[in-house]
C-alpha cells in the first residue's frame, strides 16, 4: 500500500495488492449496478457496437497506451471498453470529481480497466488520480477540457517524446489548445473532436440541450413552463438549453458577448439583454459559456429571492460560489445535491451541484444515442493517430481537424442504423457542382 498516497488512506483496503491492475476506486463491491449502466448504454449505441467489433478483428491500439480523462459514467466506460478491444492498454479517469460514478468505475475496472475515478474527489484526490494515467507514459491522450494535457507539459515532459497525440472533447478544451499552439508550447498533435460536425451538431446542441434540463429537474423536482429562464451563452450548447427550456414552457433571456450569436438568438425568438438586466427577472440561472465570472456580487445584488443558479459549462468557475460561501449568513443543505445560501439581506438563492456541471453532476449526462457519435468520433480519432503515428510532429501546427472522411462515416454509419438511406450525386451532378 506504499503507493497510495496519505490523503487516500481511507480507502486502502479497497485496492488489494494481489490486483494485477492498478486501479483506485471508492468500493470494488459496486461493480453489479455499475455493470446494468454500462449494459443499457451498450444497448443503445450501435455506432460503437460496430466499432468494437471492427477493433477486435484489426486491433489498430495493440502495444499503445491510451490515457483517457473523461466524465467517468457509463457511456466513458463503454468507449473504454472499445478502445480496449482493439488492443489499447487503458488507463482511465473522470475529468470532474462530481460526474464521476463510483458503481461504473469499479464495473470498467472489473473489465480489466486501469481506473483511477473517485466521486465527490478533493482536489488532491482529483489531480493525484489525473497523474496515475499519465505517469504510466501513454502514447495516445483523450482528454475531456484540457487537463490532462496541461499536467503533461507542466509535470511530465520528461514523457513527451511517448506522445504520438491527442483528442480533445471540449470547446474548452480546444480554446486552451488554442492558446498553447499559438505560443508554440504544443510538442505533438491534438485532434479537435469538438469541431467535428458529428460532435458539436448533435452533442453540444441536442445533449447539453436535454441533458441540462435532465439535471435540472431531477435535482429540483420544481416546473419549468411559466418560469423565466436566464441561458448565459448562446454557442451550441446555449442553443440547446434555450431550445429545450423554451419547449418545456419557459420564458427565456438570453446573454451574450458576441453580436452575430445574440441576433441569431433574436431571430430564433429569445429576449437579450445583459446579464445584469437578466439578473434580476430570472427565476433559473443556466450558464454555458466556458468563461468564468459570469455570475458575480454585482447580480447576486439584485436577484429575486429564492433564484435557482447552475452552470453547464466546464469549469466551475462561471457561478461565483466562492462569494456566495464567504458572504451568506447561513448556508444549509436545500435538497439532494442542492445548496442554500441565504444572505443578509435575507434573500436566499439555490445553488445545484457546487456550480459543477449540472448535466452530469445532478444527472447522467447526455443521452447514449448522442454520446454514441461523439464517442465514435473520439474513437475513429484516436485510431487515425496511430495509424500516422509520427507523421504531425515537427510541422509547427500540431491542431489537427477531425477528417471529413471520418465525420462523413460516421454520420453514414448513424443513418445505417436509422435504417435511413439518403440519394448520392449523378456523375452529372457531381460535373455540374464541382466541374471537373
Known amino acids: 500500500m506504499s503507493s497510495i498516497p496519505k490523503y487516500l488512506a481511507n480507502f486502502a483496503s479497497l485496492f488489494p495488492e494481489e490486483k494485477n491492475i492498478m486501479s483506485e476506486i471508492r468500493n470494488k463491491d459496486l461493480y453489479p449496478s455499475g455493470q446494468l449502466k454500462i449494459d443499457w448504454v451498450r444497448a443503445h449505441m450501435p455506432l460503437l457496437n460496430g466499432l468494437e467489433a471492427d477493433f477486435s478483428k484489426t486491433k489498430p491500439f495493440k502495444g499503445l497506451k491510451v490515457s483517457l480523462s473523461v466524465h467517468m459514467e457509463a457511456k466513458t466506460a463503454y468507449l473504454c471498453q472499445v478502445l480496449a478491444a482493439g488492443g489499447a492498454e487503458m488507463y482511465a479517469t473522470g475529468c470532474n470529481p462530481l460526474s464521476t460514478q463510483d458503481d461504473v468505475a469499479a464495473a470498467l475496472d472489473r473489465s480489466g480497466v486501469n481506473v483511477f475515478a473517485l466521486h465527490g474527489a478533493t482536489p488532491q484526490e482529483y489531480e493525484h488520480c489525473l497523474r496515475k494515467v499519465l505517469e504510466i507514459g501513454p502514447n495516445i491522450i483523450i482528454d475531456d477540457g484540457g487537463d490532462l494535457v496541461n499536467l503533461m507539459l507542466t509535470e511530465f515532459r520528461d514523457l513527451i517524446s511517448g506522445v504520438i497525440g491527442g483528442c480533445e472533447e471540449t470547446t474548452t478544451g480546444i480554446l486552451r489548445l488554442r492558446r498553447l499552439n499559438a505560443a508554440k508550447e504544443l510538442p505533438f498533435p491534438m485532434m479537435l473532436v469538438n469541431d467535428a460536425q458529428c460532435k458539436h451538431f448533435f452533442d453540444n446542441r441536442y445533449g447539453t440541450g436535454q441533458s441540462v434540463w435532465n439535471g435540472i429537474n431531477r435535482a429540483t423536482n420544481l416546473i419549468v413552463a411559466g418560469k423565466t429562464v436566464v441561458v448565459a451563452g448562446y454557442g451550441w450548447c446555449g442553443k ?13 433571456i438570453v446573454t451574450e458577448i458576441d453580436p452575430v450569436k445574440a441576433i441569431e438568438a433574436v431571430m430564433d425568438g429569445f429576449q437579450v439583454m445583459t446579464m445584469k438586466e ?113 507523421q504531425e510532429r515537427g510541422k509547427g501546427d500540431m491542431l489537427l481537424n477531425v477528417p471529413e472522411e471520418i465525420d462523413r462515416a460516421v454520420a453514414f454509419r448513424k443513418l445505417a442504423a436509422w435504417g435511413i438511406s439518403i440519394d448520392k450525386l449523378t456523375e452529372k451532378q457531381r460535373l455540374y457542382l464541382y466541374g471537373e
Not at 438549453?241 to 420564458?251: E, I, Q
Open 278 to 390: 437578466a439578473a434580476p427577472k430570472g427565476d433559473l440561472f443556466v450558464t454555458v459559456t466556458g468563461c468564468d465570472d459570469v455570475i458575480t456580487a454585482e447580480h447576486f445584488a439584485i436577484m429575486k429571492d429564492g433564484a435557482i443558479l447552475c452552470n453547464a459549462g466546464h469549469f466551475d468557475c462561471e457561478v461565483d460560489v466562492a462569494y456566495l460561501e464567504k458572504s451568506a449568513v447561513k448556508t444549509s443543505p436545500a435538497r439532494e445535491n442542492i445548496k442554500a445560501y441565504t444572505m443578509e439581506d435575507g434573500k436566499t438563492f439555490y445553488v445545484i451541484a457546487e456550480g459543477r456541471l449540472v448535466n452530469l453532476a445532478a444527472g447522467d449526462g447526455h443521452p447514449a444515442e448522442i454520446m454514441d457519435m461523439s464517442f465514435a468520433i473520439q474513437a475513429l480519432s484516436a485510431k487515425y493517430l496511430a495509424d500516422h503515428r509520427g
Open 240 to 252: 440547446g438549453v434555450s431550445m429545450r427550456a423554451k419547449g418545456l414552457g419557459a420564458k427565456v
